[in-house]
């Protein structure tokens, strides 16, 4: 294999690919990336067995087919600092070659025919959705996943398609959920019901990034899988039953009220750096024409942050995490946002236009609790 390489599209897409790789892979072949050479295109793949990742690189001129394994953690530091804007890459059995204007590095390599190739997608059973509303959703779900690897279903994101193509996202991890409802192309009404794992939804957001070209979505029994002009990503999906979130949404709640988004979010931030891990929680204190943040900590101090608003009901208190709420305040793109709730212990519902909703569990003290 033979070729010579734009060096900051190459290391870019290096990168890009090499983000699937982990430390804590036990076979050392995947600590590399494959690099395909075809008569007019060159393909990057890695995987951490888990998710599997290909894109096209750009700027590359093949001189000779062939593939070869890149170990990635050696190659990129080289990339990153050669001052050159092209190099030229040559395989051959056990090692490749780089070469700069200034520099030659041959680097042991393993053998490309033990790296699996990344199934593909079958023509007659993909659903198309637009590369932004695909990157909207995500951003919108992922980060409510269970962290926690026992939480099984919760350590995804709940992908359903039915077959007029409406297009859902949800994420939960117990104390909050995140849904959010879209279109999608599906003339052929397939219908997709799977939890895929996090690392995998947010490649396949990177991935929809690269290209305005429409994000073709498919899930196997086993696998969930997308592609578009540029690549193309797999990764296994996630045992279990996903809990029926639809009961957990608040309905018809008595306390309704809209707040500004960036505002509250700033009052929110100051409130909260007086909060611990042992005291993660912020008051929200309701009365006519005013909201109170206050959060105490016995071993730093207190805080309050007083935020005028539209609100004309009765007074009410209610105690949230304060991350739980930074975190949907920073991902909605409105003004405003609305927050629906019944009472101080009951979960309140945050809504941003038609399709968003964010539902979080108030935080319960006992009497007397700080």
């Keep these: 294999m033979k070729l010579v390489a734009e060096r900051q599209a190459l290391y870019a897409a290096l990168q890009h690919v090499g983000s699937v790789i982990t430390s804590t892979i036990a076979s050392p072949i995947f600590q590399n990336v494959k690099m395909e050479a075809t008569k007019d295109a060159v393909f990057l793949s890695a995987t951490d067995t888990e998710v599997s990742l290909r894109i096209k690189v750009k700027g590359v001129e093949v001189k000779e087919k062939g593939c070869v394994l890149i170990p990635e953690f050696r190659i990129s ?13 040559e395989g051959d059995e056990g090692a490749i ?18 790296f699996a190739d990344i199934p593909e997608l079958s023509d007659d059973s993909a659903v198309e959705v637009d590369p932004e509303v695909f990157q909207y959703m995500v951003q919108r779900t992922a980060f409510a996943t ?16 039915d077959e007029q193509g409406t297009f859902e996202m949800v994420a939960a991890d117990g104390a909050r959920l995140a849904e959010v409802k879209k279109k999608a ?13 996090k690392k995998g939804i947010e490649q396949a957001s990177r991935l929809a ?12 029994e086993r696998q969930f899988l997308v592609e578009n002009d540029v690549g193309r990503m797999c990764c296994q999906l996630v045992e279990g039953q996903f809990p029926n979130y639809r009961e957990v949404v608040p309905r018809d709640c008595k306390i309704k009220v809209e707040l500004p988004v960036k505002a509250l979010l700033n009052a929110l931030q100051r409130a909260a750096s007086l909060t611990s891990e042992q005291t993660k929680a912020v008051d929200f204190s309701f009365s006519k024409g005013l909201l109170v943040l206050s959060s105490e900590a016995p071993d730093l101090g207190e805080a309050e942050v007083r935020l005028p608003i539209e609100y004309d009901d009765e007074d009410v208190q209610i105690s949230f995490n304060p ?23 009951s979960p309140a519902v945050f809504r941003s236009g038609v399709d968003y909703q964010y539902v979080v569990s108030p935080v319960v003290r006992e009497e007397g609790e700080v």
């Design 77 to 89: 530091p080289i990339l990153r600092a050669t001052l050159d804007d092209t190099v030229s890459i």
């Design 97 to 114: 070659t780089l070469r700069s204007e200034d520099g030659r590095f041959r680097v042991v390599a393993e053998d490309p025919a033990d």
């Design 146 to 161: 269970a962290d926690e690897r026992g939480r099984y279903a919760l350590n995804g994101v709940l992908v359903l398609v």
């Design 185 to 197: 192309s599906n003339p052929k009404k397939h219908t997709i019901d799977c939890i895929v794992m």
């Design 209 to 220: 990034g690269l290209s305005g070209e429409p994000l073709r979505i498919q899930a196997t």
């Design 323 to 345: 991350e739980f709420v930074q975190d949907v305040l920073q991902v909605v793109e409105r003004e405003s946002i609305k927050v629906e709730f019944e009472g101080s212990r």
